[in-house]
């Protein structure tokens, strides 16, 4: 359910000795070396609810790494929707990767918002971004340690990244734009504007695309224009 490969995962009766160890039996799957605890409802067979203990934290895993591996205990329901969501994710951040965009369409706009060209396509709008200087180099260096200049709305266009910000509008071509980067908990992109480095950032929010794939559709549109 972690990696989706198939007949790799075994189950492993508890071992519980003297008090020690799990009173439920774990999933062990060979090929990604996600352990889980599983209970199982000996009544209501459906109603079984798993809980991670070891997952793998290669990139390609991203997205169930965040929803499934540090979740706690996850009711079927919600485990496999989050492993739907997870297998999804992956095929797009693969496909974004290769250049292929084809299953993010446009989003349809009556009119151009002011603050794009005619002909400008939108892609994805992101919620609470902040604009920010960028914290000077060192030991203590990350994104989030230079000043907040602004925050509000993302639109990310195919040429452009506009935000709709409190103070005004900040527009960021994609040719400023200097490198993508994301975490566990947000996605940063750097760009120059001319009189010096600043970053847009965002959060990893739950009702919005992750920071993995937000990051690399950003990458996929600003390196194919
Ligand atoms: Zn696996």
């Excluded at 020690?20 to 209501?44: F, M, Q, R, T, W």
């Excluded at 329901?77 to 084809?102: F, W």
């Excluded at 071509?173 to 994301?182: E, H």
């Excluded at 600043?198 to 993995?212: E, I, K, P």
Aim: aromatic share 12%.
């Amino acid at each position: 359910m972690y990696c989706h490969s198939e007949g790799t995962t075994t189950l492993v009766a508890s071992r519980k000795f003297l008090g020690i160890g799990s009173e439920y039996p774990s999933l062990k799957c060979s090929h990604c070396g996600a352990v889980a605890l599983l209970d199982v409802n000996a009544v209501i067979p459906d109603q079984w609810r798993i809980r991670y203990r070891h997952f793998s934290r290669a990139l390609r895993y991203y997205y169930v790494a965040l929803y499934l591996g540090k979740a706690g205990w996850l009711s079927a329901h919600k485990a496999l929707e989050i492993s739907t969501n997870g297998y999804v994710q992956r095929r797009r951040v693969q496909q974004a990767r290769a250049g292929d965009l084809s299953w993010l369409p446009p989003v349809p706009l009556s009119r151009p918002l002011p603050f794009m060209d005619a002909d400008e396509s939108l892609y994805i709008v992101l919620k609470g971004v902040t604009y920010q200087e960028v914290a000077p180099r060192g030991l203590w260096a990350r994104p989030d340690r230079g000043a907040v200049l602004d925050s509000g709305k993302l639109y990310v266009t195919d040429r452009a990244l506009h935000l709709l910000g409190q103070r005004q509008t900040w527009s960021c071509d994609f040719s400023q734009i200097l490198r993508v980067d994301y975490d566990d908990g947000s996605w940063t992109v750097y760009f120059d504007t001319g009189d010096g480095e600043r970053l847009f950032r965002g959060l990893n929010v739950d009702d919005q695309l992750d920071a993995q794939l937000i990051a690399t559709i950003i990458e996929s549109l600003y390196q194919t224009t």
